[in-house]
């Protein structure tokens, strides 16, 4: 009930390429969605986040499109470039557990220049 | 920009020692969580702070790992005895607001030999 299910594990793409990162959840009680960026070293940044209530939000070249019925979300790059070559995780967390995130399994993205 | 504050980066500890690492969150951020992450996986959440208070600790493995804090301040993580498999990135988070993301520090990466 708890899990997230994240795709692919590993994504390459050519400089202006549009990654595309899918998630699906279980818990129809998740009601926020983030996306962490994490580069080798370092702990994951927040780039973007949506609740159920909207099915796209966007945010410069990053957009977030949810579908409520299908249970999913995905992560869309615009125009990628070699510097957004990291992990990017997925999550969803419930406000009434205290918003304890759960975790994707990552996909790891490279942009060739 | 503010910055959660974790030592030591990098941790070399034999089987059966004790280890541990210590967070210092964003001044004013109430809310403090532990997370493990292991090679290649995404974070799991050992435990969450509210002030001095822990909020969950329903997946840390109580037998071994303990954390306080204290004060509501600073935070401390120990693991005693260390075993193979607690070799990952202990990652610190602290939030303002955790519906609204919260901000990871670079971890302390592990390894029990």
């Known amino acids: 009930q708890q899990q997230v299910k994240q795709s692919p594990q590993s994504l390459i793409v050519q400089k202006g390429g549009i990654p595309i990162i899918n998630c699906a959840y279980e818990n129809t009680a998740f009601d926020y969605f983030p996306w962490y960026q994490q580069f080798p070293g370092k702990g994951p940044a927040l780039l973007i986040a949506?609740?159920?209530?909207?099915s796209e939000k966007k945010e410069g070249r990053f957009t977030i499109s949810f579908n409520k019925s299908a249970k999913q979300f995905s992560l869309h790059i615009m125009d990628s470039q070699p510097g957004d070559s990291a992990t990017y995780f997925c999550a969803a967390s419930l406000e009434t557990s205290g918003s304890r995130l759960t975790f994707g399994e990552g996909t790891q993205l490279t942009v060739n220049p | 920009e503010a910055e959660v504050a974790q030592s030591p980066r990098y941790k070399i500890t034999e089987k059966s020692q004790a280890v541990a690492f210590w967070c210092d969150p964003i001044?004013?951020?109430?809310?403090l969580y532990w997370y493990r992450q292991i090679l290649g996986q995404g974070p799991e959440l050992l435990v969450q702070f509210q002030d001095e208070s822990v909020v969950d600790d329903s997946q840390l493995p109580k037998d071994r790992f303990s954390a306080e804090r204290l004060k509501g301040v600073d935070s401390t993580l120990k693991i005693q005895p260390a075993e193979l498999g607690d070799s990952a990135m202990y990652l610190c988070a602290s939030s303002l607001d955790p519906n609204y993301g919260y901000t990871f520090g670079s971890g302390t990466r592990l390894t029990v030999v």
């Open positions: 949506i609740r159920p209530d909207v």
């Open positions: 001044s004013g951020h109430a809310t």
